[in-house]
């Protein structure tokens, strides 16, 4: 049986050479993994719990373990992570940066790592190390290679997420310590233990809160959503397709691993708020996608409103789990969805001068119509039109809406009226109309087809048969929303 180990680990490793030659080492230490995910796919027994587990003594004295497995909440999650990471490498390969080609690709893998670690890891300390690390990585690319705001929009998104990682550290340490769940009660922060010995109702509130708001900012959410204009307009697009598509999904995932089993009562007494600023959310993002020009800002507030979905989902927390399953999936999804559009944008862009502005571009399907129909596909699964990737997802999270509050449920549904606005807005402006100005518009490459080709048969595939993915997690989310519902 290969280690978990090497499926975190040997991005970063390889990762260490990629001053030799960055685009092959790119190329390598993503290829490993994703092969690696393939395999825990194809072997993932759906009945067998928590899977590949590895168990070893870390800090035996503060009850901290390197303990990682594989169960149905993280599978398709950590496939994900290998696929846009993957991409992310190709595209780097067929379109390197100017400048230090290979110190980019090297933050580039280690936060693929970092963003492994915390998928896998089974103790509380673990999936911290691992949540905090992803913060670094971003940072040195936003601040190095990015926009001409770059240093205010690394200050802000390093602010705005340290202060939450801060204050889930803080619960982390009060919740190992005050349940005593180590043998005679001594400290220990693996999550099966933790699970076994909740802490009291009032202890709950209080660490609810610290964890509801470091994942609530990473996602991020409406009102905790500062500083993602900024790092969105400011980050390298290779660098933001993975951030979007990936970085973002750990904070939902944190809240189905760690929030509903360790806080079931406060998750309970909670969940009238958090239902509120998802349709909140869901609502802001979908209207200030609509209003921007910038096409980084529409996918940037369009995943807000996709993220407030999921955060719907879950917290709908209906007895079939059906809500948390959309979620699951929905988190799946954007990330296929999302990261294929911003190579768009750079293609776009390349078309119009460099420029990020929607207003700029117009008539670029005329000569370019293999791009125009691979970005119809991803911009019709954005808007969750039936039979694409997207549809299910959101589906199930009406549904399980519906059967915790039929208001909460309608109002969301006008968010997916409102997708299909911006959606269609964004491709219809870009690639029909008067043409642009400063269009020079021709197809598509073989080396750019690369990238965004492959991407794009992900989503139909996921479209055409999104079963497995439910399989693999519905016992994992059964058993997580139970501890919430038979409170």
Not at 3 to 16: A, E, K, N, R, T
Not at 57 to 77: P, Q, T, V
Not at 174 to 189: C, Q, R, W, Y
Request: hydrophobic residues 60%.
């Amino acid at each position: 049986m290969i280690h978990l180990s090497i499926l975190i680990f040997f991005p970063v490793v390889c990762g260490l050479l990629s001053a030799f030659n960055a685009r092959i080492i790119g190329v390598i230490a993503t290829v490993v993994p994703l092969v690696y995910a393939i395999m825990l796919v194809a072997d993932f027994d759906t009945a067998g719990g928590l899977q590949r587990v590895t168990d070893d003594a870390w800090i035996e004295a503060l009850g901290i373990r390197f303990k990682l497995g594989i169960d149905g909440l993280n599978l398709w999650l950590v496939l994900l992570t290998t696929v846009i990471a993957f991409a992310s490498a190709i595209w780097l390969a067929v379109r390197p940066p100017e400048e230090r080609a290979g110190l980019f690709t090297f933050h580039l893998l280690l936060g693929e790592t970092a963003v492994l670690g915390a998928f896998v890891a089974q103790d509380l300390a673990l999936f911290v190390l691992f949540f905090d690390l992803m913060l670094v990585p971003f940072y040195f690319l936003v601040g190095q290679w990015g926009g001409p705001d770059r240093i205010q929009a690394a200050l802000k998104m390093v602010i705005y997420t340290l202060v939450g990682s801060l204050l889930m550290l803080a619960g982390a340490v009060a919740t190992a310590v005050l349940s005593g769940a180590g043998p005679d009660g001594s400290i220990s922060f693996v999550l099966s233990d933790l699970t076994a010995n909740p802490l009291p109702e009032s202890t709950q509130k209080w660490i609810f809160v610290t964890f509801a708001l470091a994942f609530l900012i990473k996602m991020p959410a409406f009102p905790f959503h500062g500083w993602m204009p900024d790092a969105y307009r400011a980050m390298p697009l290779p660098a933001l397709a993975f951030f979007s598509g990936v970085v973002s999904k750990v904070a939902a995932y944190g809240f189905l691993k760690l929030v509903l089993p360790l806080f079931p009562a406060a998750a309970d007494d909670f969940q009238t708020i958090l239902l509120i600023l998802a349709i909140v959310s869901i609502m802001y993002g979908s209207i200030q996608a609509f209003t921007q020009t910038n096409a980084r800002l529409i996918l940037g507030y369009s995943s807000l409103a996709q993220l407030g979905f999921i955060t719907l989902g879950i917290f709908a927390i209906d007895p079939d789990g059906q809500g948390a399953q959309g979620a699951l999936l929905q988190a799946i999804n954007h990330g296929l969805v999302v990261a294929p559009l911003f190579f768009v944008i750079a293609l776009l862009a390349e078309r119009a001068e460099g420029s990020d502005d929607i207003r700029d571009y117009g008539g670029i399907a005329f000569r370019a119509p293999v791009l125009a129909v691979l970005f119809l596909i991803t911009a019709l699964a954005t808007l969750a039109m039936p039979g694409s990737s997207n549809f299910a997802g959101e589906f199930l999270i009406l549904l399980g809406a519906f059967d915790t509050s039929q208001a909460i449920a309608i109002i969301a549904s006008i968010g997916v009226v409102l997708a299909s606005v911006y959606a269609l807005r964004f491709y219809i402006r870009s690639m029909h109309n008067r043409v642009g100005p400063q269009v020079s518009s021709f197809e598509i490459s073989v080396r750019d087809g690369l990238v965004l080709v492959p991407l794009v048969l992900a989503i139909l595939a996921f479209a055409l048969y999104p079963q497995r993915a439910l399989e693999s997690g519905e016992e994992a989310i059964k058993s997580t929303v139970q501890a919430v519902v038979s409170r």
